[in-house]
């Protein structure tokens, strides 16, 4: 026999975020429109709801991630005989988060137009419609603008823009990274587009609720899916910071870097500026070098400074040796970013050479902090 569950569309605050292992819960505030009357579907009215608790999941958000006091829509189930009330349909109605604030993390399943291959043009006029092939790109989205890598070279803005702009985009940057400053993710990493979204976080927040978005062309219609996103090691990396600065401060070197508002920490590592020298990682804790890089056994990551520092201090130095620095920045999401490029060589007693490096890449993803790309700046603080 079918169970029958009283459903009800109503509002409410987020006060426990889901994820993909915790069950959320949001506090019961009212109707998600108003209406007037009573709910006939309810022998209780609204008054029974108000106030009470109804769990959440993540998959009943979509991709989107919950923040403590957003103002949600949702449709709340609730179980017979006296069972607790349960969200349904998701919808972000209000949220604190602006700017970089970082909404969620995807997999994004794009269907792409392609030109007939060699033979099946001329098989017959009447034959199907070529099946669209899929690009996946690694996504992110802030509260005012999605981040995609592994973008491949031809897939251009106006592609893109098919999906985007049903779905509030406005406009969208490009950046192909040069293979040199690929870091060491290897040529298949990719490039990265960066969609602002006019509207904010709420469109943002109705794409990422929402498991497949529909693209018409040409009498076809294709679908778009959103998936959660994949494993830190595999998923491609975010765009790389610009290089950073390495100078001399009391017989120690500090190294300085661009923040970005939606970074959870950042990885420093020094280098030796000799021929095939390894990177070493940075203990922020002690200045020391050769952490190892990787998780531990608690799932914590070692060497990471803050999400407000700007500047670490290294004091595991030689004298009369020059080195580099370069900097990873780790999302909340535990997603990690290309290695930037290496900063001009320092050495201790003063001597500094000239920098050879290419000149960082001009995209909105790649800018200083105070960029409406990334946020409002935060003042660094050295770890």
Same mark, same amino acid.
């Not at 401060?249 to 095939?276: H, K, M």
């Given at each position: ?128 419609? @070529?099946? %669209?092939?899929?690009? #996946?790109? $690694?996504?992110? =989205? +802030?509260?005012? *603008?999605?981040?995609?890598? !592994? ?89 790389? @910071?610009? %290089?950073?600065?390495? #100078?001399? $401060?009391?017989? =120690? +070197?500090?190294? *300085?870097?661009?923040?970005? !508002? ?91 050479? %000239? ?11 790649? *800018? ?16």
């Amino acid at each position: 026999a079918v169970q029958a569950r009283r459903v009800r569309r109503l509002r409410g605050r987020v006060v426990r975020p889901a994820d993909a292992e915790i069950t959320g819960a949001i506090v019961i505030t009212g109707e998600a429109a108003a209406r007037g009357g009573r709910d006939a579907a309810s022998p209780m009215g609204l008054a029974g709801y108000v106030g009470v608790e109804a769990s959440v999941r993540q998959s009943d958000c979509g991709q989107l991630q919950l923040a403590v006091d957003d103002e949600v829509a949702f449709c709340c189930v609730s179980g017979e005989d006296g069972g607790g009330h349960a969200a349904r349909l998701v919808e972000l109605l209000r949220t604190s988060r602006s700017g970089a604030s970082l909404l969620g993390c995807f997999v994004l399943e794009l269907p792409r137009t392609r030109a007939p291959e060699e033979g099946e043009a001329d098989a017959h006029v009447e034959a199907e419609p @070529l099946k %669209p092939r899929i690009t #996946e790109l $690694d996504g992110h =989205a +802030l509260a005012d *603008r999605v981040l995609l890598a !592994g973008v491949p070279p031809d897939l251009g803005e106006a592609e893109l823009m098919r999906l985007f702009s049903k779905l509030g985009g406005s406009s969208i940057h490009l950046a192909h990274p040069k293979p040199e400053a690929d870091g060491s993710e290897g040529p298949d990493a990719g490039g990265f587009a960066s969609v602002a979204f006019a509207g904010g976080a709420l469109d943002v927040a109705r794409m990422l609720v929402r498991v497949a978005h529909t693209i018409n062309e040409q009498g076809s219609t294709h679908l778009a899916k959103l998936s959660p996103c994949r494993s830190r090691r595999e998923a491609r990396p975010l765009p790389a @910071l610009p %290089p950073p600065t390495l #100078e001399m $401060d009391d017989g =120690a +070197l500090v190294a *300085r870097w661009t923040q970005v !508002g939606f970074a959870a920490g950042y990885a420093v590592e020094l280098r030796a500026d000799l021929d095939n020298a390894e990177w070493s990682a940075v203990d922020p804790s002690s200045g020391a070098l050769g952490v190892a890089d990787g998780d531990d056994s608690s799932g914590a990551l070692p060497g990471i400074v803050g999400p407000t520092c700007g500047a670490c201090r290294v004091t595991d130095v030689e004298l009369d040796m020059g080195y580099e620095a370069r900097v990873t920045y780790i999302a909340a999401c535990g997603c990690r970013s290309q290695a930037s490029c290496p900063s001009a060589p320092c050495f201790l007693e003063g001597r500094e050479f %000239p920098s050879i490096l290419p000149p960082p890449l001009d995209t909105p993803m790649l *800018r200083p902090l105070d960029h409406p790309s990334l946020g409002p700046p935060t003042p660094p603080a050295a770890a």
